[in-house]
Every structure is written in structure tokens, then in C-alpha cells.
């Protein structure tokens, strides 16, 4: 029994988020998955996301919802993007299979999306309202990002959890609804912090004019790091 | 190879995209069909010796090592609406990229370059059993078994049935997945020698109706 390969793994064909490039040798767009539960402003973040970066960046989106295609739906009617650039997977009634333990549909739409509309920089996979433990598989995004809302309940950075202890980027939403729900955001901003170490939290009200401001320059960055990463 | 790699093959968490899809259980609990388990158990047993058949010697065939591309046209010809032969493409096109993964196989590569829409996946899964190693009547064993654990599985969700009760379905039906194992490989492996119209052609008209009706619904939990 040798321990050291001396061939070449074999090529996976999964295009998962482990391989940069496509099988046609172009560098794949980066994979950002948005993930949280019902109601917290999942998809308004992603329809923010596009109206700020459309114009710079070829940007497409998946949405994995529940029972209806009301997410694609929603983004379509507001116009983020062309309808050609949204894709909606069915999950069978469990958003977190969809993105975690079996990503095959998943996998599919942002292949086919690639293939239909590419070339892209960016593709946005958003769950469905799920639970606090949904977290994305590395096989299917780059980064995920955890959307949660000061309507939830100020406790719910201090209960921790898979998604907002291990997403790269904890996005509290909702800020202006903070005086009317009672919800002390210094403390949440503690509570993260001991939840998260140096992960990184946004606050947000997307109400507000550039309300997604501290989304998309954080999703910039990423980018800016992605394309100069080896290909 | 190993006889184990037919259990990797038959885990229902196996990532091949079958947990979105409810085998025609969904309809099947809006028209008040499935109810119970009483009702789920008939409901898959007349799959499993209709689908499920025709669908266990397809993947036989396929692991017998016959064209898969011959393989995939008669499936065509035995699944005559157009909302379920989407079905079997698309989930043939998942087996594909889990196949290709866990048993990398320039079989598996070459049927993925003809058909990159997918082909059908019982065809596709038939291929994957051989790329492990296992045998044509392993392979009709796996689709057998998933042609009821689908629709029990998606009935548990749907109608908050006792996980135990659904289970006990599946095993109260292991004797008729035997018996439709062994006519799927049977017939599998004649196809080799005598073309594939040796193979069963067995359908279930309801399914194929509510099928294509229930790819029409604005609301619904499974794809299919």
C-alpha cells in the first residue's frame, strides 16, 4: 500500500467551490451563499446586492425557496435583474439538504448559469427561511453570509449557532426597527463579537438610502480577492 | 470491489438529488390517495411493479454493460409524458455528477459528453453500479428499493405520517422488491443478446397524469 499518489487525483467533474476553474480552463465566478431565517431580509439583501453592483459586475442569482418561487418571483418583479440571470431550485421541503448535504440541483443551476449567461464575477445562492443551524456546504459557495434581523430577538447572537458563529460575514438587519423592539444593538454587537471572534458583523437597515453599503463593499473585497487568487 | 459499495449506492442520503422529489406522492396526498400508511404501502406497491420495474432493468441493462445510449431511447419509449421523462433526465444528470465523483469511470465520462442534459437515471445509475463494481441485479435492487423509499420518505414530510409507520412500509414490501429485482435483472440481462425490447414496459397511467398536472402546480413542496 503506497501512501503517496503517483497519479494525478482523478478530475471530480463536480465543478465544487474546492476547484477555481471551469472545464473549459475560464476561471469560475465566485459563490456567495445567503443564508438565515424567515424573514430577516434575505432576499431584499439580495435584490440590494444587484441594484449596487449590476453595473459593474456580470452577477447572477439561485434561490432555493420552500414551496413557491416566490423569491425568483420577487426579484424579477423588482427588476434586479433580467430574468435569464435568476434561477430557482426546489428544495422538497428541506432548504438546508438543497445546500448542504445534497447541492446536486444547486450545483446545476449555477453550472447552467454559467453556461447560459456567462461569463460571470459573481453568483449570489440564497436559501430558504430556515433555522439557525442551516450552514452552506464548501462544495457549493465560496462564502456565506448569515442574515439576521433586531426583530428576532437581541439573544439570538448570544444562542450562537452554526450560522452566526461560523459565517464569514454576520449581517444584523433591520437597525431602524431597534427602538420599537426594544433591542439594544451595543449588546448584540457583543454578543456577536464573543460568539465570532474577528469574524466580521454588519449592521444594516436596508430601508435606508445605501442601506446595503457594509454588504457590498464586504462582497467587493471578496471579489478583489477571489480574481487575484490563482486560477 | 466491494458489496458495500451497493449500500453508498442505496443510501437514500447518497447526493444525488432525490430528497426534491416525492415519486407522485405529493399529488397522491392532495387527492387523498395517500392517507395512511395502509394507503402510502398500496400506493408503493403499485410503483414499485410499475415504474419500478421497468426502471430496475434499465439500470441492469445498463450494469450488464449494454449501450447506455440504447438504454436512455428506451426509457424514452417507456415513460410517455413529457413531465417525468424531464424528471429522470434531470436526475440522471445529479447521478451523473455524484457518480463521476465517488466511482470516476471513462464510462460514466463518455454517457455525460452524449447526454449533457442528463439521460435517464435509472440508465445512469445502472452505469454507476458497474463503474463500483457491483452486479446488473445490485443495480435493480438500488432503483427497486428507491422507487419506494422516494414517495415513503416524501409522505412522512407531507402528511407528518409516523416516521416508524413509513419505515415499517418499506419493510413490510421487501419480498415484492426481491421478486421485482430478480425480473428486472432477469430481463436486464437478456437485453445484451436479444435488444431491448426484452425489456418490461410496464406503466402506471395515474402517475404519468398527475405528474404532468402536478409540474403545472404554482405551489407545491417537491419538484416532483
Not at chain 1, 469574524?199 to 471578496?222: C, H, I, M, Q, Y
Not at chain 2, 463521476?100 to 459528453?113: E, N, S
Request: charged share 20%; with cysteine.
Amino acid at each position: 500500500m503506497h501512501l503517496d499518489h503517483h497519479e494525478t487525483f482523478p478530475e471530480r467533474h463536480t465543478y465544487s467551490a474546492a476547484a477555481p476553474v471551469r472545464a473549459d480552463g475560464r476561471r469560475r465566478a465566485l459563490r456567495i451563499g445567503l443564508g438565515g431565517p424567515v424573514g430577516t431580509g434575505k432576499t431584499a439583501t439580495v435584490a440590494a446586492l444587484c441594484r449596487a453592483l449590476r453595473d459593474e459586475l456580470s452577477l447572477a442569482v439561485v434561490t432555493n425557496d420552500i414551496y413557491t418561487r416566490e423569491d425568483a418571483e420577487f426579484l424579477l418583479r423588482e427588476a434586479v435583474l433580467p430574468a435569464e440571470r435568476i434561477s430557482a431550485v426546489e428544495t422538497g421541503a428541506c432548504p438546508h439538504t438543497a445546500i448542504r448535504d445534497d447541492i446536486s440541483a444547486n450545483l446545476e443551476a449555477v453550472e447552467d448559469l454559467e453556461d447560459t449567461v456567462g461569463p460571470l464575477d459573481l453568483i449570489l445562492v440564497e436559501s430558504g427561511g430556515d433555522n439557525l443551524t442551516a450552514t452552506f456546504s464548501k462544495g457549493l459557495v465560496d462564502f456565506q453570509i448569515f442574515v439576521i434581523d433586531v426583530a428576532g430577538g437581541d439573544d439570538i447572537p448570544r444562542k450562537g449557532g452554526p450560522g452566526v458563529t461560523t459565517a464569514d460575514l454576520l449581517v444584523i438587519n433591520k437597525t431602524d426597527l431597534a427602538p420599537y423592539v426594544g433591542v439594544d444593538l451595543a449588546g448584540m454587537a457583543r454578543d456577536a463579537k464573543a460568539q465570532r471572534g474577528e469574524l466580521p458583523v454588519a449592521f444594516t437597515a436596508l430601508k435606508t438610502e445605501n442601506g446595503v453599503r457594509p454588504v457590498s463593499d464586504w462582497v467587493r473585497a471578496r471579489l478583489a480577492d477571489w480574481t487575484a487568487g490563482p486560477a | 470491489m466491494s458489496r458495500a459499495a451497493l449500500l453508498v449506492l442505496a443510501d437514500g442520503r447518497f447526493p444525488a438529488g432525490g430528497h426534491a422529489h416525492s415519486g407522485g406522492a405529493e399529488p397522491a396526498v392532495a387527492a387523498g390517495r395517500i392517507k395512511d400508511a395502509a394507503t402510502l404501502e398500496s400506493f408503493c406497491r403499485g410503483r414499485l411493479h410499475t415504474t419500478g420495474l421497468v426502471a430496475a432493468a434499465l439500470a441492469a441493462a445498463a450494469a450488464a454493460g449494454c449501450d447506455p445510449l440504447l438504454l436512455d431511447d428506451a426509457a424514452d419509449a417507456r415513460t410517455p409524458v413529457p413531465a417525468l421523462r424531464q424528471v429522470a433526465r434531470r436526475l440522471g444528470r445529479q447521478m451523473m455528477r455524484a457518480a463521476r465523483a465517488t466511482w470516476p469511470d471513462p464510462a460514466l465520462d463518455a454517457l455525460a459528453a452524449a447526454r449533457p442534459r442528463g439521460a435517464h437515471q435509472p440508465v445512469v445509475l445502472g452505469l454507476a453500479a458497474r463503474s463500483a463494481g457491483l452486479s446488473p441485479q445490485d443495480a435493480a435492487y438500488a432503483v427497486a428499493y428507491e422507487s419506494l423509499s422516494g414517495p415513503a420518505t416524501a409522505a412522512v414530510r407531507l402528511l407528518s405520517l409516523d416516521p416508524f409507520d413509513a419505515t415499517a412500509v418499506l419493510a413490510h414490501l421487501a419480498a415484492d422488491v426481491d421478486r421485482v429485482a430478480e425480473q428486472g435483472a432477469a430481463a436486464g440481462e437478456r437485453v445484451a443478446a436479444e435488444g431491448a425490447d426484452v425489456l418490461p414496459a410496464a406503466s402506471a397511467p395515474l402517475l404519468d397524469i398527475t405528474a404532468e398536472a402536478h409540474a403545472a402546480w404554482p405551489v407545491r413542496l417537491f419538484a416532483s
